[in-house]
Nanobody, 124 residues
Framework: QVQLVESGGGLVQAGGSLRLSCAAS????????MGWFRQAPGKEREFVAA????????YYADSVKGRFAVTRDSAKSTVYLEMNSLKPEDTAVYYC?????????????????WGQGTQVTVSS
């Protein structure tokens, strides 16, 4: 069982930055690839970024490529999402997720554990 807790969301003006954190419980964090997803009101959950279990591979949605960066710190069992040049369309609840099969994929069904989400609101 893995528990994931996101933090770092908030209200920011367009063009600003935020860093989201996702802390994982348990000793198996380093075995899992991790992903970030987001869901805006009235929309389906969408993929944002993924990182392999050793951090050597990262993958981004086209909509955030060049603006967002995903990293992980195994010593702290934490994965981060650095978000820069934020746009109003980035407004959503952001979720982190863990994939026990280490696929680093973009599909929500590939992830086994999910956090509760953190709200990010970007004002224009």
């Amino acid at each position: 069982q893995v528990q994931l807790v996101e933090s770092g969301g908030g209200l920011v003006q367009a063009g600003g930055s935020l860093r989201l954190s996702c802390a994982a419980s348990g000793r198996t964090f380093s075995r899992y690839s991790m992903g970030w997803f987001r869901q805006a009101p009235g929309k389906e959950r969408e993929f944002v970024a993924a990182i392999s279990r050793n951090g050597g591979y990262t993958y981004y949605a086209d909509s955030v490529k060049g603006r967002f960066a995903v990293t992980r710190d195994s010593a702290k069992s934490t994965v981060y999402l650095e978000m820069n040049s934020l746009k109003p369309e980035d407004t959503a609840v952001y979720y982190c997720a863990a994939d026990t099969l280490n696929r680093s994929g973009s599909r929500a069904y590939e992830y086994d554990y999910w956090g509760q989400g953190t709200q990010v609101t970007v004002s224009s």
